[in-house]
Nanobody, 122 residues
Framework: QVQLVESGGGLVQTGGSLSLSCSAS????????MGWFRQAPEKEREFVAA????????SYADSVTGRFTISIDMNDLAVSLQMNSLNSEDTAVYYC???????????????WGQGTQVTVPA
């Protein structure tokens, strides 16, 4: 079993920044990296960003490109998400995932963190 532990959520004003972190207890044979999804109230869970284990490849949702940056520490199996220029549309529970990061469908991932709340008041 893989455990993912997230930290770093909170309340921030529009235009502000937050950083999320997630540590994994281990890798899996089939996984290629880690990433982040989010789910806003009454909305479906959506892909945010992903990164390969060696950090050589990253991908972002269009809505966060240019504002969010994902990074990874392969030795510590830890992924971070630096979020800048936040707005109310970014309000959601953010989930860390581990798996095949070329995939963007939530159902493609077996391992999820418990979620951390990010709130940006309108």
């Amino acid at each position: 079993q893989v455990q993912l532990v997230e930290s770093g959520g909170g309340l921030v004003q529009t235009g502000g920044s937050l950083s999320l972190s997630c540590s994994a207890s281990r890798r899996t044979f089939s996984s290629t990296g880690m990433g982040w999804f989010r789910q806003a109230p009454e909305k479906e869970r959506e892909f945010v960003a992903a990164i390969t284990w060696d950090g050589s490849s990253t991908s972002y949702a269009d809505s966060v490109t240019g504002r969010f940056t994902i990074s990874i520490d392969m030795n510590d199996l830890a992924v971070s998400l630096q979020m800048n220029s936040l707005n109310s549309e970014d309000t959601a529970v953010y989930y860390c995932v581990l798996g095949r990061v070329s995939l963007r469908a939530p159902g493609s991932y077996t391992y999820w963190g418990q979620g951390t709340q990010v709130t940006v008041p309108a």
